[in-house]
C-alpha cells in the first residue's frame, strides 16, 4: 500500500470479507491477462487501497501502454499523452484509495516521460516538470487522488539530475530538494502516505569514498530527513510508507547480502532478513498499519516475490498462496510483489505465467483471525491478547507483535541473532522499545571508563566515544557490568537480578506512556 487515512478503518473492518465484498475461504490468484493487438505480456505495479483495482503497463498494438485493471472490467489501455500519431510508451505506477485516479509516466509533447494523472472523466493529464522540455514521472498518489509524488529533471547551478517532487492542483509540481551538500546529485520519491503529508524516497549522496543512496522521509514541517541504514552498510533506498507515515520499508543497497528494511521513528532501520541463499532482497509495498510488506528475493538467477509478516517473517508468496487453496498459483513463477491493499490481504505483481510469459497478477489472501483476540499466546511472550499483551492495541488487532515495539515486533533490531522478549537478554520485557545491548548502547554502563566493544563506534555512526571496554568481546555481549568489585558470587547475582528487574519496571513504564501515546 502506499496510503489511506480515513480508508484505514473500513480496510480493516473488511477483515472478514473477501475481494470486492464477497465472502472468502481459500486465497484466489488471477493472471490479468494483456492489452490486445501486442506482445502477451504485462506487469502489475499498484493497487488501490481497497483492493479493487490494480494498475500497471501492458504492450498493446499501440506500444507499451498503461493499464487499468478491475474484477468485473478486466484490463483496459489507459492510452498515452501524446496520441497514437507516434505509438505509445506509457506506465501506470499508482491508484488513489478507491482506485478512480491513477498515476505513472507517458511520452508526450513536452518530453519522452511526463507525469499523468489519469480519472475516468479527464483522462490522462500531463502535470508538466521542474524544467521546460524535461521528463517527469509519477510514482504514487495520496488516498484522494489530490496529491502526486515522483521524480524530474531539475537544475542546480551547472548540475542536472533527477529531484523528488510534490504535486497538487493548487500549486503544481514543488521541488522537494536533494540532501545537502556539493555530492548530492539526485533524489527521487516512491511513496506518499493518506493525507498527503509524508513523502518517501532516496536521495544519492557521496560516503567513504563511494557513491549511492540513502532513504529519507519527508514532511511538510520538516522537510528531508535521511532515514541512515544499517551498522557497516553504507545505503538506502524507500520504496513504500503506510497510512500515516510512521512505518517505511525499502531496502539496504549495499551488502552483501543487499536486505530489506523496516523503519519506524522508535526503532530506526531494522533488517527483514532475506530467504535462505539470497544476495538481494527488497520490501517494495506496506499495508495500512505497516504489520504486513512485500517484495522480492533473489538468489543467483531466480526471482520470487515475498510476504513478510510479524508472526511468520518472510516467505515465499507462491508457498503460501499454495497452502491458502490457491491452485491457480501452481504453474507460475511470480517475480515481485510490488503492491499490498491496505488491509493486507491483496497483492499485486508480476511474474512468468505458465507459458514462460511475463504477466502481471492479482492475488487475494483469506481473512486471518485476529491475535490479539483468539486466545493464545501467538508471539511467545507469555502474554495472550487485548489488553494484557502490549503489542495489542485492540482485540481486533492481526497480530500480537507490535511495529514500535522493538521487543516486540518479530525484528532483531540490535543485530544478535536473537528477537524480541523473552529470547533476548536485552528485553526486559516484551514492553521495551529497545533491545537493549550494553556492548554496544553508546554507554559505559559499568562506569569503568572504557564503552561498548568497539569504543562506542557502532552507536554513535562510527564515531568511537572511548576506549574498548575489555568485557566486551562482540557487540552481541551484554555483560558490560562490573559486578566483581568486591562482591561474592552470591552478591553478584543479587546485583544483577536487582539491575535487571530496574530495567524491567523503567521498560514498563515507558511501554504504558508510549501506549497513551497511540
Not at 120 to 144: F, I
Not at 362 to 370: D, E, H, I, K, Q
Amino acid at each position: 500500500m502506499r496510503w489511506t487515512d480515513d480508508w484505514r478503518a473500513p480496510a480493516l473492518s473488511l477483515v472478514l470479507v473477501g475481494f470486492a465484498g464477497i465472502a472468502q475461504a481459500q486465497a484466489t490468484f488471477t493472471g490479468v491477462g494483456d492489452l490486445a493487438g501486442g506482445e502477451e505480456t504485462s506487469a502489475a505495479y499498484g493497487v488501490s487501497a481497497d483492493g479493487n483495482v490494480a494498475v500497471g503497463h501492458s504492450v498493446s498494438a499501440s506500444g507499451l501502454e498503461a493499464f487499468r485493471w478491475t474484477a468485473a472490467g478486466g484490463i483496459v489501455g489507459l492510452g498515452s499523452l501524446q496520441g497514437e500519431q507516434f505509438g505509445f510508451h506509457s506506465s501506470a505506477r499508482g491508484a488513489s484509495a478507491d482506485g478512480s485516479v491513477v498515476v505513472g509516466y507517458s511520452d508526450s509533447e513536452l518530453a519522452s516521460a511526463e507525469a499523468f494523472r489519469w480519472t475516468a472523466a479527464g483522462g490522462m493529464e500531463g502535470l508538466g516538470s521542474l524544467m521546460p522540455n524535461s521528463t517527469s514521472e509519477a510514482t504514487a498518489v495520496s488516498a484522494d487522488g489530490s496529491v502526486v509524488v515522483g521524480n524530474a529533471t531539475a537544475s542546480s547551478g551547472e548540475r542536472l539530475a533527477q529531484m523528488a517532487f510534490r504535486w497538487t492542483e493548487s500549486a503544481g509540481m514543488v521541488r522537494l530538494g536533494w540532501f545537502p551538500g556539493p555530492v548530492s546529485v539526485g533524489s527521487w520519491a516512491t511513496a506518499v502516505s493518506a493525507d498527503g503529508s509524508v513523502v518517501v524516497g532516496a536521495g544519492d549522496l557521496f560516503v567513504a569514498f563511494s557513491s549511492g543512496s540513502e532513504a529519507f522521509r519527508w514532511t511538510l514541517p520538516g522537510g528531508m530527513a535521511r532515514l541512515g541504514t544499517l551498522p557497516r552498510r553504507l545505503f538506502s533506498w524507500a520504496e513504500a510508507v503506510s497510512v500515516d507515515g510512521s512505518v517505511v520499508v525499502g531496502r539496504i543497497e549495499w551488502g552483501p547480502p543487499r536486505t530489506g528494511f523496516r523503519w519506524t521513528s522508535q526503532t530506526g532501520i531494522v533488517d527483514l532478513g532475506t530467504l535462505p541463499g539470497a544476495q538481494v532482497t527488497s520490501a517494495l509495498g506496506v499495508s495500512a498499519d505497516g504489520s504486513t510488506i512485500v517484495g522480492f528475493s533473489a538468489a543467483a538467477f531466480e526471482l520470487d516475490a515475498v510476504l513478510w509478516t510479524p508472526s511468520d517473517g518472510m516467505r515465499r508468496l507462491k508457498e503460501v498462496l499454495l497452502e491458502e487453496g490457491a491452485a491457480e498459483v501452481a504453474g507460475w513463477r511470480l517475480n515481485f510483489a510490488r503492491g499490498i491493499s491496505s488491509d493486507g490481504r491483496t497483492i499485486v505483481g508480476d511474474g512468468l505465467n505458465p507459458s514462460g510469459r511475463l504477466e502481471g497478477w492479482v492475488a487475494v489472501l483469506p481473512p486471518r483471525v485476529a491475535e490479539c483476540g483468539n486466545g493464545a499466546d501467538d508471539d511467545g511472550d507469555g502474554l495472550a491478547d487485548f489488553p494484557e499483551d502490549p503489542g495489542c492495541a485492540s482485540a481486533s488487532d492481526l497480530f500480537e507483535r507490535d511495529a514500535f515495539l522493538a521487543c516486540d515486533d518479530g525484528l532483531d533490531e540490535d543485530g544478535d541473532d536473537l528477537a524480541d522478549f523473552p529470547a533476548d537478554p536485552g528485553c526486559a520485557s516484551p514492553a521495551a522499545t529497545q533491545e537493549q545491548r550494553l556492548c554496544n548502547d553508546g554507554f559505559d554502563n559499568d562506569f569503568d571508563g572504557t564503552i561498548d566493544f568497539d569504543g562506542g563506534a557502532a552507536a554513535n555512526h562510527g564515531v568511537p566515544l572511548g576506549a574498548p571496554d575489555p568485557k566486551c568481546s562482540t557487540g552481541a555481549g551484554n555483560l558490560e557490568m562490573n559486578l566483581g568489585c568486591g562482591l561474592g558470587g552470591a552478591e553478584a547475582t543479587l546485583a544483577l537480578l536487582v539491575w535487571r528487574a530496574f530495567r524491567r519496571r523503567r521498560a514498563w513504564a515507558g511501554a504504558r506512556d508510549t501506549h497513551s501515546r497511540r
